[in-house]
């Protein structure tokens, strides 16, 4: 059967081959947004499972992985940053502080349209951050693709963490473990 990661994620593809999955990239056209009435992790889990229907609905057969990364400071969630502006302010606002990333995993079965979905949590510590770091890593253009701002596995980004609690690999964008 035919493994199909929804998803455009080069992370999420390289955890896949790192994984020796043999999968298809077929990516989801839905829009991520953000119910303010769902926790993050039921964010997480729905946005996931909405990529999977929607790619499993164009195709006759096929087991479809869709997936959502979410980072969340207090009460606050993070996505991806539009501007370098608002890059500097969610890794100013991570600086010497402890955050939680959420993926949410969905598996949809295309021919039967049957699904199970997950959510992976991650406590992340960011030691305190200076200007000149900020400012460097966000002319490396690296935030711009990443909630939050950051990639742990960046040269740069995995300078950032102080500690980990939790799946390293779900704050990369895929918990491969529980998958």
């Known amino acids: 059967m035919q493994l199909i990661l929804a998803s455009q994620s080069p992370r999420r593809r390289l955890l896949f081959k790192q994984a020796g999955f043999h ?66 302010e969610m ?23 049957q699904w199970v979905v997950g959510v992976e949590r991650t406590k992340v510590w960011f030691r305190k951050l200076t200007s000149k770091e900020i400012n460097s890593y966000i002319a490396s253009g ?10 742990i596995q960046d040269d740069r980004g995995a300078l950032f963490v102080e500690k980990v609690d939790g799946c390293f690999y779900n704050v990369v964008g895929f918990p491969l473990t529980r998958f």
Do not use: C, M, W
Not at 142 to 151: H, I, L, V
């Open 142 to 151: 690296s935030p711009f693709d990443k909630a939050g701002a950051y990639g």
């Open 23 to 88: 999968f298809k990239v077929v990516p989801s056209k839905v829009e991520e947004r953000f119910e303010k009435k769902e926790s993050p992790s039921q964010n997480a889990r729905r946005i996931a499972l909405d990529k999977a229907r929607d790619v499993a609905g164009r195709l006759e057969k096929g087991i479809v992985v869709g997936a959502d990364t979410i980072v969340v400071l207090g009460k606050n969630i993070l996505g991806k940053p539009l501007s370098k502006r608002e890059a500097r």
């Open 91 to 113: 890794l100013v606002s991570l600086s010497g502080r402890k955050h939680i990333v959420y993926t949410g995993f969905a598996i949809v079965d295309a021919r039967t349209s």
